[in-house]
């Protein structure tokens, strides 16, 4: 059984001539094998609807995941919305409510998507545990009937773009096109920008996953992040395609003081808005 938490309706976007007349905030309790809290906002009506499951990144402090927002970017999933989609943004286990991790007195928050020691950091596994997370959702919206079947876009950024990349490489039968925001892992390694966990390792696997990845993919990257920078985010793109998957690359301009949280603000949307829409155009 579904759990509505809390609900609105907001107004459609003046801007838009082509958006929804409305679209409808809520935040969901999803009955998952991990029961998982979900941001959802999505068009008024009783669909179905084209689903976009947007992934969050991680922290590997436990007290940020404590205090983690139960949605990082509003702006962009209300664009989803407003081009038709039901948008479910998961809060991601062993975050807010359940992160609780105090190890000295054995308590321990359910955060399963570490990658381990940086001497041998285990990139492939922290992916796919946030794309099962991904598939329980989709087996459980079609369950429901509140989606089109064979109409899924996965939208990730950073860890949860990584998830992403990971979700493709197992070529999900319902999901048509993957996006990327900032895509990867291990990065900014004791705080320092630009010092990746084991950039090697991290190209790596992104030709594992794109040896078995066929699903249309859009990967969007920005020239200040100091995250995944753009050297390290081009031997990716090179890697995964060469290895057979099918990515766009993009790489955009420097934004604000870190571009790699491009995503989460509300002035980036005119910057990524086009290149989005005429991805998910040529995917329809």
Same mark, same amino acid.
């Given at each position: 059984?579904?759990?509505?938490? @809390?609900?609105?309706?907001?107004?459609?976007?003046?801007?838009?001539?082509?958006?929804?007349?409305?679209?409808?905030?809520?935040?969901?309790?999803?009955?998952?094998? @991990?029961?998982?809290?979900?941001?959802? +906002?999505?068009?008024?009506?009783?669909?179905?609807?084209?689903?976009?499951?947007?992934?969050?990144?991680?922290?590997?402090?436990?007290?940020?995941?404590?205090?983690?927002?139960?949605?990082?970017?509003?702006?962009?999933?209300?664009?989803?919305?407003?081009?038709?989609?039901? +948008?479910?943004?998961?809060?991601?286990?062993?975050?807010? !409510?359940?992160?609780?991790?105090?190890?000295?007195?054995?308590?321990?928050?359910?955060?399963?998507?570490?990658?381990?020691?940086?001497?041998?950091?285990?990139?492939?596994?922290?992916?796919?545990?946030?794309?099962?997370?991904?598939?329980?959702?989709?087996?459980?919206?079609?369950?429901?009937?509140?989606?089109?079947?064979?109409?899924?876009?996965?939208?990730?950024?950073?860890?949860?773009?990584?998830?992403?990349?990971?979700?493709?490489?197992?070529?999900?039968?319902?999901?048509?096109? +993957?996006?990327?925001?900032?895509?990867?892992?291990?990065?900014? +390694?004791?705080?320092?920008?630009?010092?990746?966990?084991?950039?090697?390792?991290?190209?790596?696997?992104?030709?594992?996953?794109?040896?078995?990845?066929?699903?249309?993919?859009?990967?969007?990257?920005?020239?200040?992040?100091?995250?995944?920078?753009?050297?390290?985010?081009?031997?990716?793109?090179?890697?995964?395609?060469?290895?057979?998957?099918?990515?766009?690359?993009?790489?955009?301009?420097?934004?604000?003081?870190?571009?790699?949280?491009?995503?989460?603000?509300?002035?980036?949307?005119?910057?990524? !808005?086009?290149?989005?829409?005429?991805?998910?155009?040529?995917?329809?």
């Amino acid at each position: 059984m579904l759990f509505v938490l @809390l609900s609105q309706i907001v107004p459609a976007h003046p801007d838009d001539q082509n958006a929804p007349a409305r679209i409808q905030e809520e935040v969901w309790a999803l009955p998952l094998v @991990l029961p998982t809290i979900a941001y959802v +906002v999505r068009p008024v009506g009783n669909g179905p609807f084209p689903l976009a499951i947007m992934n969050h990144g991680v922290s590997l402090d436990p007290v940020q995941r404590s205090f983690f927002p139960l949605v990082e970017f509003r702006d962009a999933a209300m664009w989803f919305a407003r081009r038709g989609y039901l +948008v479910v943004v998961p809060v991601g286990t062993g975050y807010g !409510a359940s992160a609780i991790d105090i190890p000295e007195r054995g308590l321990y928050g359910p955060f399963f998507s570490k990658i381990g020691n940086c001497t041998n950091p285990n990139f492939h596994d922290a992916g796919m545990a946030v794309a099962q997370l991904d598939l329980w959702i989709i087996d459980y919206m079609a369950a429901e009937k509140k989606i089109v079947p064979k109409d899924v876009v996965v939208i990730g950024q950073s860890a949860g773009g990584w998830a992403s990349i990971a979700l493709s490489s197992v070529n999900p039968a319902q999901v048509r096109a +993957v996006i990327t925001f900032a895509a990867g892992r291990g990065g900014r +390694v004791g705080g320092k920008p630009n010092n990746n966990c084991a950039p090697d390792r991290l190209v790596e696997a992104t030709a594992e996953f794109g040896r078995t990845s066929r699903v249309p993919m859009l990967w969007i990257y920005i020239e200040n992040d100091t995250f995944f920078g753009p050297a390290l985010s081009k031997r990716m793109h090179e890697a995964f395609t060469a290895a057979g998957g099918n990515a766009e690359y993009h790489l955009l301009p420097p934004f604000g003081d870190d571009g790699h949280f491009l995503v989460g603000s509300a002035d980036s949307v005119p910057i990524w !808005a086009p290149l989005v829409g005429a991805f998910l155009d040529r995917h329809k």
